[in-house]
């Protein structure tokens, strides 16, 4: 069986490794096909075409787009992606810049409770600081002693009702369906489970994804339980979505699942690389 991992992030996002050392790990870790799926940003993609290329891998352009539905954040992936598609170039840059003015808030709201500097502090993290996140201001608050881990330093300070929480308007669902499929990409809805949806208000953002034209569902995810990964494969395998998995791998030390180390997927669902060009390679 091909060992595939459609979800990961390198220092781009919030990932720890550059993209040249994300495709030599998933190297190690035995995978053949890998899709390298920033937050929000592309940049990352040639520098892992031209490794994975040096390693024997099949890499699968991708991205991972937020996104705010009816008041929630979800994510939005996109694989196979054509990464120079004007709208969605513009799109995800249009994001980032969001990303810099919430930086600014989550910033200030820390000053209120007496941490100060921390935007600076997350943008050294944040590589060129163009893609700037909550995972960034997680490891300055790790550094100054707040928490012990990112973990921690999350659940304390930075998801919602915490201090350094706030909202954010993101793209819309239709918009990032759209860039995706614009530009000849698959979309899938990443970690499902994550959301935390009752049952009528899943349904509706299925049935809506699903009339957009998105086509898959992250069923392997580390932000799953395996009874969650049995119930969204039986949402995918009911509404005629095909089923991805991915590791949402982040870097040493950060993350639950390394790279390429995931379940198979469960019987009855169709994989969503069913029809790509990858067997024979
Ligand atoms: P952002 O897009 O800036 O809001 O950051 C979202 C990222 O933060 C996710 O992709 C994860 O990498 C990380 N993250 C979110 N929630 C948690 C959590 N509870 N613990 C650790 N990392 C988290
Ligand atoms: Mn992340
Ligand atoms: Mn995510
Ligand atoms: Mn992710």
């Known amino acids: 069986m091909l060992n595939i991992d459609l979800h990961c992030h390198s220092v781009v996002s919030d990932g720890l490794l ?24 592309v940049a990352g993609l040639t520098e892992a075409r031209i490794a994975a290329r040096e390693k024997n891998i099949i890499l699968i352009n991708g991205v991972e787009i937020s996104v705010t539905w009816q008041g929630r954040t979800l994510h939005i992936i996109g694989l196979g992606i054509d990464p120079e598609y004007p709208p969605l170039e513009q799109g995800l840059a249009s994001i ?3 990303r810099v003015e ?76 759209n860039w995706i499929r614009g530009s000849s990409g698959q979309a899938v809805i990443a970690h499902p489970a994550r959301y935390q949806l009752g049952k009528n208000v899943l349904e509706a953002l299925l049935h809506e994804f699903r009339d957009l034209g998105g086509t898959g569902l992250e069923i392997i995810s580390p932000s799953h339980t ?40 469960p019987a009855g669902c169709t994989p969503i690389w069913h029809d790509w060009n990858i067997e024979q390679n």
């Open 18 to 41: 550059t993209p040249a050392r994300l495709v030599e790990h998933a190297a190690l870790r035995g995978v053949k096909v890998l899709a390298l799926t920033d937050h929000d940003d």
């Open 96 to 98: 980032r810049e969001g």
């Open 102 to 177: 919430r930086a600014r808030n989550i910033a200030a709201h820390l000053d209120r409770c007496g941490i100060h500097g921390s935007f600076e502090g997350a943008y050294a993290y944040a590589g060129d600081g163009r893609l700037i996140g909550r995972t960034h201001f997680a490891r300055f608050l790790v550094e100054k002693g707040y928490a012990k881990d990112v973990r921690s330093v999350f659940k304390k300070y930075l998801v919602k009702g915490k201090p350094g929480y706030t909202p954010h308007q993101w793209a819309t669902l239709k918009d990032a369906v």
């Open 226 to 265: 395996s009874d969650q990964t049995k119930l969204f494969a039986h949402h995918a395998e009911r509404l005629n979505l095909l089923a991805s998995c991915g590791s949402d791998y982040h870097g040493p030390g950060e993350s639950y699942f390394d790279l390429g180390q995931l379940p198979p997927l």
